[in-house]
């Protein structure tokens, strides 16, 4: 069989520990200074430029790697549609974390700040929703999920989207990115396009941004009013609104899977369930900047709690 044009395993994953790095440090000092500007420093210089410049230089064809074909309309709309109906499940699953981690210690507030006016809210659509979508999804659903294809399209999918939820280096918000992961990936893969993971990726984030402009003017509006919040614990509220979004996950993720089947299959699609046997060298080794990553991620989240 020939050989297709990716990444191999170990050169991503040496390539994602990098990145890592490089978020975790100049992206980390960047966002502390100013958020939006360090944003916009972290997500086009040290994400989606280092893919596009690796990319070039190992003379990777962009187009196949990345996945960069046009989709259909009617397509973009079912995608927008199907990740607004699984936002719920998402947030569900983001907070079985909380309710965790409440029990034992105090939750981290939101770095992202509360949008408190229409031209901030704007700006942040910008910045919080369609900067990641793009570059997150270069380097994800597009550089990542490709090189694990010899292992399988279901494999690729799970795997970088696990990587994709621990790149977020926040435990309270980890389930839920890697969800997210993986109902992208299937979408990028029925769709053979990664305009549809951007699509997605660009409207799960409006969608929390927009869902945080609108409640923080409601609060506004409450506290101004006069009115006071009940006194419930922490972890009983999480609970009440956990069995909530679990209950309209089901309505909603049902209706989501039944537009996800009314997306056209891209009948150039390639997907391989096999192993690569013969054109990829296996073992621990090429696991290793993962592990690292991995042990970071657990260290860094046993500091921010302690």
């Not at 994709?164 to 769709?191: A, D, K, S, W």
Request: glycine share 8%.
């Amino acid at each position: 069989m020939e050989k297709i044009n990716r990444p191999k395993i170990l050169e991503t994953n040496i390539f994602y520990l990098i990145i890592a790095i490089l978020l975790l440090t100049i992206g980390g000092m960047a966002q502390s200074y100013e958020l939006f500007s360090g944003l916009i420093i972290t997500e086009y210089i040290l994400i989606l430029l280092p893919v596009i410049i690796y990319l070039k230089i190992k003379k990777y064809n962009i187009k196949e790697v990345l996945r960069l074909n046009k989709i259909k309309l009617k397509d973009g709309l079912l995608i927008v549609l199907i990740t607004i109906l699984i936002y719920p499940l998402g947030t569900f699953l983001n907070s079985i974390m909380l309710i965790i981690i409440s029990l034992f210690s105090e939750l981290k507030p939101n770095p992202i700040p509360t949008p408190t006016s229409s031209s901030f809210y704007l700006l942040g659509l910008f910045i919080i929703a369609v900067t990641p979508g793009i570059c997150e999804e270069f380097m994800f659903r597009g550089f990542i999920m490709k090189s694990y294809e010899g292992k399988g399209y279901k494999k690729a999918i799970f795997i970088s989207a696990l990587l994709f939820g621990v790149f977020h280096f926040n435990i309270q918000n980890l389930l839920g990115p890697m969800f997210l992961g993986v109902v992208f990936g299937f979408i990028v893969y029925r769709t053979n396009s990664l305009v549809s993971g951007i699509i997605a990726h660009t409207t799960n984030n409006a969608v929390a941004w927009s869902l945080t402009y609108l409640l923080g003017n409601i609060d506004a509006v409450t506290e101004s009013a006069g009115g006071v919040s009940p006194n419930v614990s922490e972890t009983t509220a999480l609970l009440a609104s956990s069995f909530l979004l679990l209950g309209i996950s089901f309505f909603t993720g049902a209706i989501a899977l039944f537009l996800y089947k009314k997306l056209s299959i891209n009948k150039k699609v390639e997907i391989e369930n096999f192993e690569e046997n013969n054109l990829e060298k296996k073992g621990f080794f090429q696991y290793i900047p993962i592990i690292i990553t991995f042990v970071g991620f657990i260290i860094l989240n046993i500091l921010a709690y302690k």
